[in-house]
């Protein structure tokens, strides 16, 4: 009896737990059918390296940006009888929130699921604040445990954050709320990441999780504590972390053609899935979009065009010596009337590796070893 125990509970500490995340319709375009996208933009501007500023977050305040063009999220559930909830799972944050019935005040309350303590009989309350800072406006709100089901296993009380007042521009966000991936150096407030509750509670068999993201409706997936051989060919490349704060690495250069084109002398780049585009310095992202022939039009968007996507040039990214190629199907995004590139300019000189890198590259994030690995993805 003691030995089927045993096993019993090796079987359920190796069980994987696994999110299939679903690509739904991004924001951008849900404003672009109702004909608000200039609008929008003009009085949300876009400004990818707000959530990567550091200063205020032990102050309990988060920073993050609108990204209209982030299309992947997961459910997870808060609560008993759980409360579900779509939320992305973001690389470059630490913190779990979710709109709240406290949350009144705002557009964007009214259009999203929101968490009713109440109905929680697992529901314990705080006083203390947490404060998500945007590029316009700003969600306060406050922190509270609860019972967080994700991907199949429970994680006991999980530290989170109940919106009160929520920022405009969410009211035309598809996801409720945002699972943060990070480190805990970075949590507002101090807040216990989510995974780092798994690892604490042995709920994963390793200290790693990973990624795939798909171009498919859905058959992406977040998977805590597992590497699948079926996302990726080849092998993983491992690269050392220059920062654990957020998943920070070294690059080496970017390359077109053999010519180096931008990261010349190595550069810092942070690999997030909670942001949509490659993101770099503005004359070196300039300079790329130049080489693949794009052309900014009168919104600021790098143009190609959409008969030439099979004679752009690969984008190539030289990260540990190794060489990681973006074909022009990979950052080119089209729609009904245009394409663009999916390289930003950000300001500043550190890089985001963002959904656009991911999805070629299937990644490996890796607590107990510090490193990221990439491999080709399916």
Not at 151 to 161: A, C, E, L, P, R
Not at 219 to 228: C, N, R, W
Not at 306 to 332: D, K, R, Y
Request: charged share 15%.
């Amino acid at each position: 009896m003691k030995w089927v125990l045993v096993l019993g509970a090796l079987v359920a500490f190796s069980e994987c737990i696994r999110v299939p995340l679903i690509r739904g319709k991004t924001a951008r375009q849900t404003l672009q059918e109702k004909g608000l996208w200039e609008e929008y933009r003009k009085k949300f501007p876009y400004q990818p390296m707000l959530k990567f500023q550091q200063t205020q977050r032990l102050n309990g305040i988060e920073t993050m940006t609108n990204d209209a063009d982030i299309d992947y999220y997961g459910i997870i559930s808060l609560g008993t009888p759980p409360q579900s909830f779509r939320v992305i799972f973001d690389t470059g944050s630490s913190n779990l929130w979710v709109p709240s019935v406290y949350c009144t005040s705002s557009p964007a309350c009214k259009n999203h699921r929101k968490f009713n303590p109440d109905a929680s009989s697992t529901f314990n309350s705080t006083t203390k604040p947490i404060q998500i800072q945007y590029g316009t406006g700003s969600m306060t709100g406050i922190l509270g445990y609860d019972t967080l089901e994700v991907g199949g296993i429970t994680v006991s009380n999980q530290i989170f954050g109940l919106t009160k007042t929520e920022g405009l521009f969410m009211e035309y966000m598809t996801w409720d709320g945002i699972l943060g991936l990070a480190f805990p150096s970075i949590s507002a407030a101090g807040a216990t990441p989510v995974f780092d509750n798994m690892m604490e509670k042995g709920l994963v068999s390793q200290q790693l999780f990973s990624v795939y993201l798909s171009r498919k409706t859905a058959t992406s997936a977040v998977l805590f504590g597992e590497i699948d051989p079926q996302y990726y060919t080849g092998s993983l490349s491992w690269v050392p972390l220059t920062s654990e704060t957020y998943w920070q690495i070294k690059m080496d250069s970017v390359t077109i053609n053999g010519d180096v084109v931008a990261c010349a002398g190595g550069c810092q780049a942070i690999v997030d899935t909670g942001t949509s585009l490659v993101i770099g310095p503005y004359n070196d992202i300039q300079n790329i979009n130049g080489w693949v022939g794009a052309n900014t039009n009168q919104y600021g968007n790098p143009v190609v065009s959409c008969g030439n996507i099979m004679s752009m040039p690969e984008v190539v990214f030289h990260i540990n010596g190794q060489p990681f190629v973006l074909p022009a199907t990979a950052f080119v995004s089209q729609t009904s009337d245009s394409c663009t590139t999916g390289f930003s300019p950000g300001g500043g000189t550190v890089w985001i590796l963002g959904d656009v890198f991911i999805r070629e590259f299937y990644t490996v994030f890796d607590r107990q070893t510090k490193v990221v690995g990439f491999a080709t993805a399916v």
